[in-house]
C-alpha cells in the first residue's frame, strides 16, 4: 500500500515591481538626494540627466525601443536584442553600448544586458529659460 505524503504549502511573495525615474534634474538635487540616501532614507532608483536635451540625445527612439524591448526581460543578449528591434547587430551594438556609458544598462560577465526594471517613470518639466 503507498503511503501519501503531504507536502507544505509554499507561498511566494508577489514579485516586486521596480520601476526607474527618468528624468532631468540639477546636480543639487541630485546631490541632496544623494545625501538622503545615504542617511538610509529610501529614494527609489533615479536615471538623471542634466538636460532635456541630453535625455533627447541619449534616448533617441531607437534607444527607447530597445528600452522597451528589455523592459522586465531580463538579460538578453545582442542576438535577442536585434531581433526585438528588427534591426542589424550593428546598429543595436552601437545603442546598447551608448546606453552602457551612461548607466542606464548593467553588462553581465556573459556578454548579456541587463535593464533592471519592470516599468520607466518619465519625469521632467519643459520651460522657457
Not at 34 to 53: N, R
Amino acid at each position: 500500500m503507498k503511503t501519501l505524503v503531504k507536502l507544505p504549502v509554499v507561498v511566494l511573495p508577489e514579485p516586486v515591481m521596480s520601476t526607474v525615474t527618468l528624468g532631468v534634474d540639477t546636480s543639487e538635487t541630485v546631490s541632496n538626494r544623494f545625501v538622503a540616501a545615504m542617511k538610509g532614507e529610501p529614494q527609489g532608483a533615479y536615471i538623471t540627466f542634466a538636460s532635456a536635451d541630453l535625455l533627447f540625445r541619449t534616448l533617441t527612439p531607437r534607444r527607447w525601443n530597445i528600452l522597451r524591448s528589455m523592459t522586465g526581460a531580463g538579460p538578453l543578449s545582442i542576438a535577442e536584442l536585434t531581433r526585438h528591434a528588427r534591426s542589424n547587430a550593428r546598429t543595436v551594438r552601437r545603442d546598447v553600448e551608448a546606453l552602457l556609458d551612461v548607466g542606464v544598462l548593467e553588462r553581465h560577465a556573459d556578454g548579456t544586458v541587463l535593464f533592471p526594471y519592470d516599468a520607466v517613470h518619465v519625469d521632467f518639466v519643459l520651460g522657457s529659460n
